[in-house]
Nanobody, 118 residues
Framework: QVQLVESGGGLVQAGESLRLSCEAS????????MAWYRQPPGNQRELVAA??????NYADTVKGRFTISRDNAKNTVYLEMNTLKPDDTAVYYC?????????????WGQGTQVTVSS
Protein backbone atom coordinates (compact mmCIF):
# COMPACT_ATOMS: atom_id res chain seq x y z
CA GLN A 1 0.00 0.00 0.00
CA VAL A 2 1.21 3.49 -0.85
CA GLN A 3 -0.20 6.75 0.45
CA LEU A 4 0.34 9.86 -1.60
CA VAL A 5 0.02 13.37 -0.25
CA GLU A 6 -0.10 16.28 -2.67
CA SER A 7 0.57 19.89 -1.79
CA GLY A 8 1.34 23.18 -3.44
CA GLY A 9 -1.94 24.03 -5.11
CA GLY A 10 -3.57 27.41 -4.81
CA LEU A 11 -4.96 30.47 -6.53
CA VAL A 12 -2.65 32.36 -8.88
CA GLN A 13 -2.95 34.83 -11.72
CA ALA A 14 -2.28 33.98 -15.33
CA GLY A 15 1.43 33.98 -16.10
CA GLU A 16 2.46 33.01 -12.59
CA SER A 17 4.03 29.75 -11.40
CA LEU A 18 3.31 27.00 -8.91
CA ARG A 19 5.15 23.87 -7.83
CA LEU A 20 3.16 20.84 -6.82
CA SER A 21 4.64 18.14 -4.60
CA CYS A 22 3.57 14.56 -4.09
CA GLU A 23 5.17 12.73 -1.21
CA ALA A 24 4.90 8.95 -1.04
CA SER A 25 4.67 6.98 2.17
CA UNK A 26 7.57 4.76 1.15
CA UNK A 27 10.57 4.65 -1.12
CA UNK A 28 9.82 5.51 -4.73
CA UNK A 29 12.92 3.80 -6.10
CA UNK A 30 10.96 0.81 -7.36
CA UNK A 31 8.01 2.74 -8.70
CA UNK A 32 7.57 2.02 -12.39
CA UNK A 33 5.96 5.28 -13.21
CA MET A 34 5.00 8.48 -11.46
CA ALA A 35 2.62 10.92 -13.05
CA TRP A 36 0.41 13.94 -12.61
CA TYR A 37 -3.14 14.02 -13.90
CA ARG A 38 -5.68 16.80 -13.74
CA GLN A 39 -9.44 17.08 -13.89
CA PRO A 40 -10.82 20.42 -15.03
CA PRO A 41 -14.34 21.38 -13.91
CA GLY A 42 -16.91 19.33 -15.83
CA ASN A 43 -14.27 17.33 -17.69
CA GLN A 44 -12.59 13.96 -17.46
CA ARG A 45 -9.28 13.34 -15.80
CA GLU A 46 -6.35 13.72 -18.19
CA LEU A 47 -2.64 12.96 -18.12
CA VAL A 48 -0.45 16.02 -17.64
CA ALA A 49 3.03 14.55 -17.26
CA ALA A 50 4.74 11.27 -16.42
CA UNK A 51 8.21 10.10 -15.54
CA UNK A 52 9.50 6.54 -15.95
CA UNK A 53 13.09 5.41 -15.56
CA UNK A 54 14.35 8.88 -16.33
CA UNK A 55 12.11 9.47 -19.34
CA UNK A 56 9.40 12.08 -19.28
CA ASN A 57 6.37 12.79 -21.39
CA TYR A 58 3.91 15.66 -21.37
CA ALA A 59 0.51 16.56 -22.66
CA ASP A 60 0.78 18.85 -25.67
CA THR A 61 -1.05 21.58 -23.78
CA VAL A 62 1.69 21.85 -21.15
CA LYS A 63 4.87 21.12 -23.12
CA GLY A 64 7.46 23.80 -22.56
CA ARG A 65 5.64 25.17 -19.49
CA PHE A 66 5.50 22.26 -17.04
CA THR A 67 8.33 20.06 -15.77
CA ILE A 68 8.00 16.80 -13.87
CA SER A 69 10.84 15.62 -11.68
CA ARG A 70 11.47 13.26 -8.81
CA ASP A 71 13.63 13.28 -5.71
CA ASN A 72 14.23 9.70 -4.64
CA ALA A 73 15.81 10.75 -1.35
CA LYS A 74 12.62 12.59 -0.39
CA ASN A 75 10.21 10.06 -1.92
CA THR A 76 8.67 12.96 -3.77
CA VAL A 77 7.64 13.81 -7.31
CA TYR A 78 7.20 17.42 -8.35
CA LEU A 79 5.35 19.29 -11.04
CA GLU A 80 6.80 22.70 -11.79
CA MET A 81 4.16 24.78 -13.58
CA ASN A 82 5.18 28.01 -15.28
CA THR A 83 3.29 30.54 -17.35
CA LEU A 84 0.01 29.27 -15.99
CA LYS A 85 -3.17 29.86 -17.96
CA PRO A 86 -6.83 29.88 -16.89
CA ASP A 87 -7.23 26.61 -18.84
CA ASP A 88 -4.83 24.99 -16.37
CA THR A 89 -7.46 25.34 -13.66
CA ALA A 90 -8.19 21.85 -12.33
CA VAL A 91 -7.76 19.45 -9.48
CA TYR A 92 -4.32 17.90 -9.89
CA TYR A 93 -3.74 14.30 -8.84
CA CYS A 94 -0.57 12.37 -8.25
CA UNK A 95 -0.48 8.81 -9.59
CA UNK A 96 2.04 6.01 -9.18
CA UNK A 97 2.36 2.51 -10.58
CA UNK A 98 4.23 -0.23 -8.76
CA UNK A 99 4.87 -3.73 -10.04
CA UNK A 100 5.24 -6.49 -7.48
CA UNK A 101 6.14 -9.82 -9.04
CA UNK A 102 3.66 -10.00 -11.92
CA UNK A 103 1.03 -7.59 -10.65
CA UNK A 104 0.91 -3.85 -11.20
CA UNK A 105 -0.73 -1.68 -8.59
CA UNK A 106 -1.88 1.88 -9.06
CA UNK A 107 -2.31 4.53 -6.38
CA TRP A 108 -3.79 8.01 -6.37
CA GLY A 109 -3.43 11.02 -4.14
CA GLN A 110 -6.38 13.01 -2.86
CA GLY A 111 -5.85 15.88 -5.28
CA THR A 112 -4.88 19.51 -4.93
CA GLN A 113 -6.80 22.41 -6.43
CA VAL A 114 -5.08 24.78 -8.84
CA THR A 115 -7.02 27.86 -9.88
CA VAL A 116 -5.64 30.33 -12.40
CA SER A 117 -7.42 33.64 -12.75
CA SER A 118 -7.24 35.77 -15.89
Amino acid sequence: QVQLVESGGGLVQAGESLRLSCEASRSILRFNRMAWYRQPPGNQRELVAAITAGYTNYADTVKGRFTISRDNAKNTVYLEMNTLKPDDTAVYYCNVQVTVLTRTYEYWGQGTQVTVSS
